[in-house]
């Protein structure tokens, strides 16, 4: 249970946070390149779809919509994940659920409740462009109907949701996600393509998107982008990669199907009642 400080002696703020906590930080290099590729994901992964679905209806409002799921990232899941980093220290090396560390309380359930909220939405979210893949695939894309159009996307969600129910081990998981998937679908090819797309003269003099006011040369450019292409190429999904599948590995024996809850501390049992001298009859 949490240590709880009232008062610090230096501020009016109160404290709580757990005895003797520890912020070493990662100490090995698969811990090192795995905060990488979460670090990616997050600022990668975060209102994706929303990105998207703006730059195919509205391209220009593209740029202003990742800058808003930036400070999105800044404002809510950064201070988030310092505060409970905080209060737990090194703790969450090996604790990819954070709820888990959390002591049972009204604050921790409203936390609960507000996550499955934004993973309700964020699914919603996401699984649109299977959700048209399913209904193509059926012939029910171009029916009018929203009702019939929710009846035939039901097998996709119940599917999703019982694989999810099944391997709820979703810390290693987002790791894995981060490094092979979303290091090549939002840093590596949209820079590689911005690259290829504007390589000639031609191109770059009929460019509908100026170059930014801090990046004057089109070699600039390049260059940046030339840099988030071997940066995350090396750091995020090659050693990102291999510290994903290393902490897969040895964090296996933690995993359980349909798993009440993952890496929730077990209950200790009992300790058996003292057994006193049997009763004398009389």
Known sequence: MPEEVPFDDNSDVPRNRVEGVMHTGPTQLVLCFTGATNILYTFGGHAVTVEIMHAMWRPRKFKYIYFLATVYTFTLTLPSAAAVYWAFGDQLLTHSNAFSLLPKSGWRDAAVILMLIHQFITFGFACTPLYFVWEKLIGMHDTESICMRALARLPVVILIWFLAIIFPFFGPI?????????SFTVYIIPAMAHMLTYRTPSARQNAVEKLPFFLHSWTAIDVVNAFVVGWVMVVGFGLGGWASATKFVKQIDTFGLFAKCYQCPKPH???????GPPPQLH
Do not use: E, I, M, R
């Open 174 to 182: 987002n790791s894995a996600v981060g490094a092979l998937l979303v």
């Open 269 to 275: 049992p009992h300790p058996p009642a003292a057994s």
